[in-house]
């Protein structure tokens, strides 16, 4: 495989397949590289996201689930989509068994500024789907080496309801520890659930983090990102430190096939990290 | 070797389809050049299918419908009837030989007759030879 | 003799003057000027004060109906027609794209057009060749008569007689020169399917690289789906960049379709479009 | 170094290049010029005004393969296509579209990360520029002037070319360009008066008029920033809009493209293609969502993009005035309206 052509991807196996949600249109897929070689390269920072490549299909840029601290793979959650323009490559990877080979083209884009976010308090705010590449943040920061690096560490995160929670058990795990204050909610949750009710935004609103020296971190539905920017004001964060991660339609994932950009910024190299500061200097319309 | 024509049939599931099983059932010889594809009703008939099967490779397409007013849905064939016309037209305006594409309404109880059309196009593409017009090259 | 263009252009401004201040429509859909006068370019009127910027003159060709399905269903709109243009309208009107009572057309005779990009004149070799509007509410010049009449099919003869290899070599030629710029379909008064059968990805019907055989689905099938719908414009040739004679090949269908079902495209709103039609005693002759 | 040959000469030189690499040049076709790997040296032929499409598919060719597999088969079997890097000639160049592989090469290689195919046929290529004829009036859709790109600017070519009567004037320019022209035999050297010819034609070509109006970048840039959100501004610009591709194809500016993956009969290539930022299903994503369903909202991107977004990343507008976009479009729109008529609000 060429090294130096970005367009080509490198060979992937899946070895590892989860089915996250009781819908199952949501699958985690873990991937070891082929060669060796691209898996030295392959050196990425949580945010980042990458073309997985079906031939015959297409690619998809995907969002990196794993954390950088997770030694010899890489794993992606990753949404069966299409319930209007048949989404291709979703579909045949859904359809794919472990031990299956893809392509994979990446790491692409910026990531979470991990320099500006340490030694200060970070919240970290997800809703449904959109949780992904917080998991790889969240898993990074609370790494042993790394947790020092890191004031307070609030997660809240939600889903409508409790089968649609992803990484259940390492939600389960972070409850139990004390160096991180999990808060999971669910819009409505059923016979089983003993959790919180409730929506992202309302549930910030109780959290009430305190904005000094504290970094939000917001991915989610543009619904609740539109409901829960407010409370992160009115609790006096400033838009240096509200971060969020944008998604577009991508090709080339490496800026020049020239589709996925606000203003002048594309979301696939400017981007898909950016701060609500930076945000609000581009246009609010595509 | 001699050249063996590659035919795609498409037929209505209520009366040429059928009609294709009687054949088989009371073992009706005829060529078996002819690879059935069923569909509802030959208004299902998307004239794309007809232009992409040329571009696949094949040397002729042959059409079933129920005859006019035995239609399973009452007026489908009415309206394949005036469709497939159209279809054939523009095949022939292109540059396509028109002895490639062929409609004709065979019932369920014509086996014969589904025997008879099969027989007599597969000569017909035999003589005319592979398609080569619309055909993507390999 | 035919009104002046001038005179044309005077009428057009003062209809649309008089519908926008008595709020009949809130749009004139006509013509603006473009960067030189021989380059005007589609306009649409909102206001009295836009209408000072209309223009009429023989480069006019554009097709206006193009614009109407851009607008929410009920905009009341007024649209300037030439003959074609309004043969387009009458067609949006049989499939239920735009109401009777929601356009006021103003029917412009012509004779004379020119294309701007060539200057030559277009008639009835690339066009219907009309001269009058079928339909119109209000008439912007005299209806044109006395002119010779010629079958817009004439221009068929040389093709329909050619050797069938010839003639596939012909449009084999022509295809290949496609750059699938879509230019053909965005100008076409009657192609509004959003999608696209040729954007379509599941069932893929064609590549998006051009290609001898995507090329040559995406127009056969666009010329399938306009079988008794084109008006004969002629606008996707003029829109073509690189000339293919799109026209030559809407006008064998359309004249297949009017000997087999008797009926041209946009001749009357009582009309049904051909293709979703049928007669019970249509014969079998047709598929032969 | 200035040497020079006879026009009527040219199928010489072309055949000499031909022996070199490949030659890619201006040739008469039914709707005009075109830019063409010449296969035939009589071909090339230079009484052209400019090519309908512009030259830079000969660095971006309207499709491009990137692999091959076959359908079904492992993903280690994927074979990537060589990019070919033979010599080639692109000759017959007009200043306005030398200055825009300038423009495109800060995107492809400039910044981020290099584009391969872009770097590599832009590397192995010679450029043979070729004045405008300055006896003639610029066609009434150019603007290069307004941008500043003079008709007859040899900055850019590798070897400048320009007519002198029936004689054919070149002027090596790079010293890739000195050494090829060493290397070419039927040349003679030029005289004093041709230089003077050359020196005051390239002046004159500085000041020679396409349309009034001079622009800057830094204030359009700033200028469509204001107006991104004034919709009926946009909503009037875009009326006539078709939202056809023509415009984007005929750019040599313009570089959207799609990557797509393309089958049939079990053998794959994984290619892109030309894209338009005017096509609805451009930035149409899979959710069903798309953030430019309207008209304006695509005729928005695309101005905003060469006059604005382009000047705020890499400095430049990515606009040449060839005027090739308001020559081909079937609706008359012409690009450079547009700019004066948002200036003017």
């Given at each position: ?12 196996e ?72 048949p ?17 994979l ?5 910026n ?55 992803l ?21 409505k ?13 309302a ?63 594309y ?20 | ?10 037929a ?37 299918f ?9 040397d ?6 129920c ?5 399973h849905y ?51 593409i035999?003589n ?10 390999k | ?22 709020g009949?429509?809130?749009l ?6 473009g960067?030189?006068e ?13 209408v ?18 851009r ?13 074609a ?43 219907c ?16 008569h ?55 990805n ?10 001898s ?16 719908r ?19 090949f ?15 495209a ?23 | 170094?200035?040497?020079k040959t ?21 040739v008469?076709?039914?709707a005009?010029?075109n ?27 309207h ?13 280690l ?5 060589e ?6 000639f ?47 009036p610029?066609?009434?859709a ?5 941008l500043g ?21 070149l ?94 009969f ?5 290619r892109?293609?030309?894209d ?13 969502h ?15 993009h ?35 008529q948002?200036?003017?609000?």
């Amino acid at each position: 495989m060429s090294s130096d052509n970005p367009y080509i991807p490198m060979p992937v196996e899946i070895i590892k397949i989860i089915d996250e949600v009781d819908t199952h249109d949501i699958k985690t897929f873990r991937f070891t590289f082929l060669n060796k070689a691209d898996e030295k390269k392959f050196k990425y920072l949580p945010g980042q996201f990458a073309e997985l490549s079906i031939y015959g299909k297409g690619e998809s840029p995907i969002g990196i689930a794993s954390s950088p601290t997770e030694q010899g793979y890489v794993e992606f959650t990753v949404q069966r989509a299409g319930a209007i323009v048949p989404g291709l490559v979703t579909a045949a990877l859904h359809d794919m068994d472990e031990g299956a080979k893809i392509g994979l083209r990446g790491p692409l884009g910026n990531s979470w500024p991990i320099e500006f976010l340490e030694k200060k308090n970070i919240v970290v705010v997800g809703g449904g789907f959109a949780f992904t590449t917080l998991r790889s943040l969240i898993n990074y920061m609370l790494y042993k080496d790394n947790r020092s690096r890191f004031g307070d560490i609030t997660v809240i995160y939600g889903a409508r309801t409790p089968g649609l929670l992803l990484y259940k058990d390492e939600l389960a795990a972070w409850e139990k520890r004390d160096d991180i204050k999990t808060i999971i909610t669910v819009d409505k949750g059923d016979e089983n659930w003993k959790g919180r009710e409730g929506f992202v935004p309302a549930v910030c609103k109780d959290a009430a983090p305190s904005p000094k020296n504290t970094v939000a971190v917001i991915c989610g539905p543009p619904v609740m990102i539109k409901f829960t920017l407010p409370v992160f004001f009115e609790l006096g964060f400033s838009r240096e430190n509200i971060l969020t991660s944008l998604e577009m339609r991508m090709k080339c994932g490496i800026g020049k096939c020239g589709r996925c950009n606000v203003g002048y910024k594309y979301v696939c190299s400017d981007g898909p990290v950016f701060s609500l500061a930076e945000l609000e200097e581009l246009p609010r319309d595509f | 070797m001699s050249f063996e024509p590659k035919i795609l049939g498409i037929a209505c599931n209520w009366c040429t389809y059928t009609g294709a099983d009687l054949a088989g059932t009371t073992r009706l010889q005829y060529p078996q050049n002819t690879r059935v594809v069923r569909v509802m009703c030959s208004s299902r008939i998307n004239p794309s299918f007809i232009f992409r099967a040329f571009q696949l490779g094949a040397d002729g397409v042959l059409v079933g419908g129920c005859h006019p007013g035995d239609c399973h849905y009452n007026t489908g064939n009415l309206y394949a009837r005036r469709r497939l016309a159209v279809t054939k037209k523009i095949l022939e305006f292109s540059g396509m030989e028109p002895g490639r594409f062929r409609v004709e309404w065979i019932s369920a109880s014509e086996g014969n007759k589904f025997a008879e059309v099969v027989r007599e196009f597969t000569e017909q593409i035999r003589n005319l030879g592979p398609q080569t017009k619309f055909k993507i090259e390999k | 003799m035919a009104t002046s263009f001038k005179q044309i252009e005077e009428n057009l401004k003062n209809e649309a003057r008089k519908l926008l201040e008595e709020g009949k429509v809130s749009l004139v859909l006509a013509y603006g000027r473009g960067y030189d006068e021989d380059h005007p370019v589609p306009f649409v009127a909102r206001v009295v004060a836009d209408v000072e910027n209309m223009v009429f003159n023989e480069y006019c060709t554009a097709n206006m109906a193009r614009y109407l399905v851009r607008y929410p269903r009920g905009t009341k709109m007024a649209i300037a027609v030439k003959p074609a243009d309004s043969r387009a309208v009458v067609q949006l009107i049989q499939e239920d794209k735009i109401k009777r009572e929601d356009v006021i057309l103003l029917g412009i005779p012509v004779i004379g057009m020119k294309n701007s990009k060539t200057g030559e004149v277009i008639d009835s070799k690339t066009t219907c060749g009309m001269y009058n509007p079928v339909l119109y509410d209000v008439l912007l010049g005299e209806e044109i008569h006395g002119q010779t009449v010629v079958s817009p099919y004439d221009v068929l003869a040389e093709y329909e007689t050619m050797d069938k290899d010839a003639r596939f070599a012909f449009w084999k030629k022509e295809f290949d020169k496609c750059i699938r710029c879509y230019a053909c379909r965005k100008a076409c008064p009657m192609c509004y399917c959003d999608p696209c059968f040729i954007d379509q990805n599941k069932p893929k019907w064609g590549d998006k690289s051009p290609q001898s055989h995507g090329n040559l689905m995406y127009h056969l099938t666009r010329f399938h789906h306009l079988a008794g719908r084109c008006i004969d414009c002629g606008e996707c040739s003029r829109a073509c960049p690189v000339d293919i004679p799109l026209y030559l090949f809407h006008k064998k269908v359309a004249k297949e379709c009017e000997e087999m079902f008797g009926q041209a495209a946009g001749k009357s709103i009582q009309d049904k479009p051909v293709l979703v039609n049928f007669r019970v005693d249509d014969s079998d002759k047709i598929l032969e | 170094m200035l040497k020079k040959t006879a026009v009527q000469k040219i199928s010489d030189l072309a055949a000499q290049l031909m022996q070199k690499g490949t030659l890619i040049a201006p040739v008469r076709e039914d709707a005009g010029f075109n830019f063409r790997e010449i296969s035939d040296a009589g071909q090339v032929d230079l009484n052209f005004y400019n090519t309908l499409m512009s030259p830079k598919s000969a660095f971006f060719p309207h499709m491009e393969d990137f692999v091959r597999y076959q359908t079904g088969k492992s993903v280690l079997d994927a074979v990537p296509v060589e990019i070919s890097i033979k010599p080639a000639f692109l000759f017959g160049v007009r200043p306005c579209d030398v200055k825009s592989f300038e423009i495109m090469d800060i995107h492809f290689s400039g910044t981020g990360a290099v584009d391969p195919y872009w770097q590599k046929r832009r590397e192995a290529t010679t450029i043979f520029g070729y004045a405008f004829d300055l006896n003639t009036p610029a066609d009434g859709a150019d603007f290069y002037a307004t941008l500043g790109i003079g008709a007859a600017d040899p900055e850019g070519s590798d070897v400048f070319m320009m007519k002198k009567g029936d004689e054919l004037l070149l002027k090596a320019v790079t010293k890739k360009g000195e050494k090829l022209l060493a290397e070419m035999s039927g040349l003679t050297d030029a005289s004093p008066e041709d230089q003077k010819y050359f020196d005051e034609t390239v002046a004159t070509g500085r000041s020679f008029k396409t349309r009034l109006t001079c622009v800057e970048a830094k204030s359009i840039a700033k200028k469509f920033e204001d107006l991104f959100h004034k919709t009926p501004f946009w909503e009037r610009i875009s009326d006539a809009c078709l939202s056809c591709g023509i415009c984007t194809f005929v750019c040599p500016t313009c570089y959207c493209f799609d990557i797509c993956d393309e089958t049939l009969f079990g053998q794959g290539t994984r290619r892109r293609v030309w894209d338009a930022c005017m096509f609805t299903d451009f930035t149409l994503e899979a959710s069903g969502h798309n953030p430019r369903t309207k008209v304006y909202q695509r005729l928005r991107q695309k101005v905003c993009h060469k006059y604005s977004y382009h000047v705020r990343k890499y400095g430049v507008i990515s606009c040449v005035g060839c005027g090739r976009c308001t020559r081909a479009c079937p609706v008359n729109i012409d690009i450079f309206s547009i700019v004066d008529q948002a200036m003017k609000e």
